[in-house]
């Protein structure tokens, strides 16, 4: 059976969270520092040999009940490739309850396992109580979309850790995380489309057309919108949402060849056109979704609604904030972009994108070393509490 060995290291752990405030470390004299308590020494590392591993003794493993469900199809690839990637998948299926609790109760069980659990697959009783009773390692509640976070009874276990849009300060051992950060590392930076992190690399549209709205979730806000866009240009929708005004003169449909299999494809949609309207389906805290996201990456300027996070994400000045209840400011903008072409230009091309630059690159889209020195991986890595451990090939 392979071993796990601890081994001393001067390695010193990468801070999670930023760098330290120089002001609060500066010394003044030496007999002031005398009187300071010493620091304890750093923990060692404990290693993981990965080439040790058998079947009594696998490689880190994340169970799971099952990756299906709203944004899985993101998230888990991500999980598996950029965050985690020393670590097997295994799904429990026990197709006989008691044999398979019997078997897995004498498996060994180590603190750095996890269990994988997306808040819409739900275990059979047997692995519940597995988890509960043997089950030595850490839960990870995981979901792209869903804002609805587990009971706070669960998450009050120290091995509990939560990833997606909560609310914020509501965990210690939580981060929040937007599906539209899942969807950009698979879908746009893993396809080799980084334009998000070079602002020289902006997209732009052809600005052949005025605007389109994609939609088959017709919210009545979302419809009255695109109605009231209307008035400004001809406007078009590419599904089956068409606005609140029947035999409008301006609007008429464009055949998008889009499918819920290929909703992707509204990038390629969205380049012909100087706005598109891409608005959230409800106002939630943390709810963001791929929507605006698709319109930047397109090079159109977004008309979007949704909570005031975005601009943690995106710059105040690349998007159009549309209030639902006050449009006219917004629709006043719009129509003066579209008649002054010099103003269209300027926000199209010299407003960045990103709120922050490098800051936000590295708090929200850091998924591995290759972007923003993964300081997102970090910081979750070390959530799951992996911080203290070395993994070696």
């Known amino acids: 059976m392979g071993q796990i060995s601890i081994q001393s290291t001067q390695e010193k752990l990468v801070e999670m969270l930023g760098v330290s405030d120089d002001q609060n470390t500066t010394k003044t004299n030496n007999d002031s520092n005398s009187h300071m308590p010493e620091k304890d020494p750093p923990k060692p590392?404990?290693?993981?040999?990965?080439?040790?591993?058998?079947?009594?003794?696998?490689?880190?493993?994340?169970?799971?009940?099952?990756?299906?469900?709203?944004?899985?199809?993101?998230?888990?690839?991500?999980?598996?490739?950029?965050?985690?990637?020393?670590?097997?998948?295994?799904?429990?299926k026990p197709k006989r309850p008691g044999q398979w609790l019997q078997e897995y109760?004498?498996?060994?069980?180590?603190?750095?396992?996890?269990?994988?659990?997306?808040?819409?697959?739900?275990c059979v009783g047997s692995v519940e109580r597995w988890l509960q009773r043997t089950f030595a390692g850490q839960i990870v509640y995981i979901t792209g979309e869903s804002s609805t976070p587990p009971s706070r009874h669960s998450l009050d276990r120290n091995h509990m850790v939560y990833l997606g849009p909560v609310p914020e300060n509501y965990h210690p051992k939580a981060i929040r995380l937007y599906y539209l950060q899942w969807v950009w590392w698979q879908l746009f930076y893993k396809q080799g489309h980084d334009e998000l992190l070079h602002r020289h690399l902006k997209p732009q549209n052809t600005g052949k057309q005025f605007l389109i709205y994609a939609a088959n979730n017709c919210v009545p806000f979302r419809d009255q919108a695109f109605a009231e866009l209307a008035s400004i240009a001809p406007v078009h929708h590419g599904g089956r949402c068409r606005g609140?005004?029947?035999?409008?003169?301006?609007?008429?449909?464009?055949?998008?060849?889009?499918?819920?299999?290929?909703?992707?494809?509204?990038?390629?949609?969205?380049?012909?056109?100087?706005?598109?309207?891409?608005?959230?389906?409800?106002?939630?805290?943390?709810?963001?979704?791929?929507?605006?996201?698709?319109?930047?990456?397109?090079?159109?300027?977004?008309?979007?609604?949704?909570?005031?996070?975005?601009?943690?994400?995106?710059?105040?000045?690349?998007?159009?904030?549309?209030?639902?209840?006050?449009?006219?400011s917004a629709l006043t903008k719009i129509r003066l972009l579209n008649e002054n072409q010099t103003a269209y230009q300027e926000m199209l091309l010299q407003s960045p994108i990103l709120a922050q630059g490098n800051a936000t690159i590295e708090k929200y889209f850091s998924f591995s070393e290759s972007v923003g020195g993964g300081m997102l991986k970090k910081r979750i890595r070390s959530l799951i509490g992996l911080d203290q451990y070395k993994f070696v090939q």
């Open 244 to 328: 609140t005004v029947s035999l409008h003169p301006n609007v008429s449909a464009v055949q998008t060849n889009v499918r819920l299999s290929n909703w992707w494809d509204n990038v390629r949609v969205y380049r012909d056109y100087r706005f598109c309207l891409v608005m959230e389906h409800s106002m939630q805290e943390g709810y963001v979704t791929e929507k605006i996201l698709m319109a930047f990456q397109a090079g159109c300027i977004p008309i979007y609604y949704g909570p005031p996070t975005i601009t943690d994400l995106f710059h105040q000045d690349s998007f159009i904030m549309y209030d639902i209840d006050n449009p006219q």
């Open 45 to 92: 590392l404990i290693v993981i040999d990965l080439n040790t591993t058998s079947e009594e003794n696998p490689p880190p493993t994340i169970f799971h009940c099952g990756l299906q469900g709203n944004g899985m199809s993101e998230v888990a690839p991500t999980m598996a490739v950029a965050l985690l990637p020393e670590y097997q998948f295994q799904e429990l």
């Open 105 to 122: 109760d004498h498996k060994p069980m180590r603190p750095y396992d996890i269990f994988l659990s997306p808040l819409s697959i739900a």
